[in-house]
């Protein structure tokens, strides 16, 4: 038997066949063109899930159930996505709307805690108990493993690691609140201290500048870490204040949960060791359990993007 996992994203739906050794044996995706009716979002999901399908030359009657990983507040129980800002909807059933278009039994989950299912099940976690995966991107998306289930609090709403406060009265964050660890600690964060960096007065020349063609505007998430490996001194002074938001909240997730395995996604998780060791200093120096013989093992996600397919079709 066979399993589907889709990733309904604000930007694409992807969709996944994965067989019983959590590989993917064939994917599609088309674009997910928000804002548009839920029924045609559906429509689309059903279409791509089926093509996956085809292209595995598997019949839908060989799919045991199907698992949708969604960005925002969703209820596993009640199959309704509660809201979304990122697809424009609340209150949405669209367990019961796939359920029309496919017969099949149907499942919802957070897509970071889709996301850090499927890194304990097939991927950087797998063999632990209790695993955190974080995800570095435009904001910050974290997903909690416990005794192998899915952590999500009593309301279905918990994992919200971005949001808990580093510096009080701090910079302000999308969700309305100010110090969220997401505000410094996401690829948005990273690429706003690299900004104002190059437009401190203290700056009569930056080499950071140069690497974005000298436009402000195509200052990434990469820009610091090529310059300070080219030996540029800003960069680096960059690189160590973001080091240091980062592990603060790092330390706290371990501190709070002390995990088998603590794993970073994204975009940035894409420097390896260049990230991580200087991570490890600091979360060597700072975390709680320091003398304990057993300790948290960080690492770098490995299933990239298709960790969110794998854990949807293996919810339960």
């Not at 060989?62 to 424009?88: D, F, M, Q, R, W």
């Not at 632990?128 to 289930?149: E, M, R, Y």
């Amino acid at each position: 038997m066979y399993r589907l996992g889709i990733d309904l994203g604000g930007t694409n739906i992807v969709a996944g066949l994965v067989d019983e050794e959590y590989k993917i044996v064939a994917k599609v995706s088309c674009k997910t063109n928000v804002p548009r009716p839920e029924s045609s979002i559906c429509d689309s999901m059903a279409e791509v899930a089926l093509k996956a399908c085809e292209k595995a030359g598997v019949s839908i009657d060989e799919v045991e159930s199907i698992g949708i990983g969604v960005p925002g507040a969703v209820n596993p129980k009640t199959g309704v996505i509660e809201y979304s800002a990122n697809l424009h909807f609340h209150n949405w059933e669209v367990v019961k709307m796939m359920q029309e278009r496919l017969n099949k039994k149907v499942l919802i989950e957070n897509d970071a805690n889709a996301a850090a299912l499927g890194e304990f099940l097939a991927g950087s976690a797998k063999g632990t108990k209790n695993a955190v995966a974080i995800t570095l991107g435009t904001g910050v998306g974290g997903g909690i493993i416990i005794n192998g289930k899915i952590y999500s609090g009593s309301n279905f709403a918990g994992a919200e690691l971005g949001h808990m406060v580093i510096v009080k009265d701090g910079k302000e964050c999308g969700c309305g609140r100010k110090g969220c660890w997401e505000a410094y600690s996401s690829a948005t964060g990273l690429i706003n201290l690299t900004k104002e960096k190059i437009l401190s007065d203290k700056l009569d020349y930056s080499y950071m500048l140069k690497l974005a063609d000298g436009d402000i505007n195509k200052v990434n998430g990469k820009t610091a870490f090529d310059a300070a490996a080219a030996g540029d001194n800003d960069a680096q002074e960059v690189l160590d204040t973001y080091f240091g938001y980062l592990a603060t909240g790092l330390v706290n997730i371990i501190n709070i949960f002390q995990p088998d395995v603590l794993c970073i996604g994204g975009g940035i998780s894409n420097q390896g060791e260049n990230l991580l060791r200087p991570l490890r200093k600091i979360i060597e120096e700072e975390r709680y359990t320091k003398h304990n013989d057993k300790q948290t093992i960080l690492c770098t996600c490995t299933l990239g993007n298709d960790a969110g397919i794998i854990g949807a079709a293996f919810l339960d």
